[in-house]
């Protein structure tokens, strides 16, 4: 029995949603994004009320975003100690809020296919990237999964990134999911004996920016960064020591953790200008233990090597009342404090709570064990002297300068950009993943990193609890990746260079001219503008 229009739309819809997960890791699974959207776009070309195309696009966001932020029932449930069924519905919750995005995004697609059908192809892309972009800054901000990132392996197409940042990757591939769908839509008129024309202007565009896509991307692979000319390295130790999330801050397991600690890090410290611990390793305030502080600082002077490592710092408002900041603390060889770099973007509902008086108190069980934090002020460049980077390569000026950011910090690129702008050589990024689990979360936070390196074209080590610990190069390479949930210790070799690309220097320009584009492309739609290309339905479709 023929299923009725409205019902079929639903399902059609649907599969965007069930596949839009596959994408990204651990499914891995990049190529599908170049056509996980044509189901959708198939969907809205029914006719139908506008409100309709909204409800598709949510359901299809909805479904997808339930699929790729699952594990944040892990990190509620049985790390923050919230009930199974409220976890479930804090993450149905965030999922409908993501979903909206693509359910707007739904909506301005049949919109401008009706009011500008020959300019809707480039509509799309311009509008899915504000969308984007809003979601990076809106509510604090959740970029997680962004469609570009699912790209994160294909080595030439990334390339693009260090103009255009992330966002010109997803305007890529929405471009591409348009012309798809158009073509398809296409061929099925042309079976039913209409008299649509073939969408060239779309399959143009789409060709023209693929191939200078690919060709940048080929030319950049190729092309010598200037640390290699320049001959500028620095070898780097990194330790996984995979401290269980239920005994990281129990007492009972304090030296334990520390003896591990220890353990790992004269395997990592040998030849090596740097030691990194993760995010939070140290289970004490470091500045206020004294004899525990002692015993990082002893660990430090008998391996002669540089250490760096997360851990809590307490602070007071005037009023006296404390609050935390999570930080990241560099030791010299000697053990002397040579700086600290505070975490500034906090994750919500997981270091501080938004709008604490006015919420459910029972997400103050989000923020479990030590309190809420506080954000850091600044992105402070760190420094290890020339003298203490034996093991490097560095001749131009005598010191390595590195940036830190810590955990949800390395998805923002903006926040990334800060540091190289400011004079950083190479990047770190400090993590705790154990909230995650067994789950997807961990790569796909390893994989956004990836991104980082190649818009700023800074190599990266990252330093993560249970993993993934590894180093990526400035050109997206990752050069090595640890597993999750197992001790790691291991050394690495990475780049250093001060090259400024043209997203360190001019930041969201390309995002910004998307939103430009699309506030012009509305303006028009509403000006009346109905027939400026050969193809596509210039009439209001109508439904029940």
Known sequence: MPQPPAIRSVIVAAITGLLYPLCFPDFDLGSLAWMVLVPLHLALAQPAPPRRSFW???????????????????????????????????????????????????LGWVWFKRRLPALAFLAAPCLWVTLEWLRTYLFSGLPWALLGYSQYQWLPVIQIAD????????????????????????????????????????????VAAMAVTL?????????????TQDRRSIAVGLVQANIDQAQKW???????????????TV????????????????????????????????????RRVPLLFGSPALRYYPNGRPYLLNSAYLLSHDGILLGRYDKRHLVPFGEYIPLHSSLLFFLDKLVEGIGDFEAGAQAT???????????????????????????????????????????????????NDAWFGKSAAAYQHFGMVVLRAVENRRAFARAANTGISGFIDPQGRILRASPIFEEAAFTGTIPLDRTLTFYTNYGDVFAYACVIITGLFAWLSRQGTRRLGPYGSTKPATGR
């Open 267 to 302: 395997q990592a410290a040998s030849g090596v200008d740097l030691v990194i611990w993760p995010e939070a390793a140290t289970p004490f305030l470091f500045e206020r233990e004294k004899d525990y502080k002692l015993e990082v600082m002893d660990l430090v002077r008998s």
């Open 215 to 227: 060709a940048y991307g080929h030319w950049r692979l190729a092309s010598p960064a200037p640390a």
């Open 381 to 431: 460049v760190l420094s290890l002297p020339s003298q203490q980077t034996q093991f490097s390569s560095n001749p131009s000026n005598g010191k390595a300068a590195f940036g830190v950011v810590i955990c949800y910090e390395v998805i923002f690129p903006n926040l990334v950009r800060e540091f190289a702008a400011n004079g950083a050589d190479f990047m770190v990024t400090i993590t």
């Open 163 to 206: 103009i255009t940042s992330v966002y010109g990757l997803s305007f890529l591939v929405i471009l591409v999911n348009v012309s798809i769908a158009e073509l398809i839509l296409w061929g099925l008129a042309k079976r039913q004996a209409q008299s649509d024309p073939l969408p060239w202007p779309a399959l143009a565009a789409t």
């Open 250 to 264: 129990d007492a009972a397991y304090r030296q334990a953790t520390i003896d591990r600690y220890a353990r790992l």
């Open 56 to 106: 598709l696009g949510w359901l299809a966001g909805t479904l997808a975003f339930a699929g790729i932020m699952f594990w944040v029932i892990t990190a509620m449930h049985q790390y923050g100690k919230v009930p199974l069924a409220i976890s479930v519905l804090l993450m149905l919750l965030l999922a409908t809020y993501l979903g909206l995005f693509l359910a707007v995004y739904a």
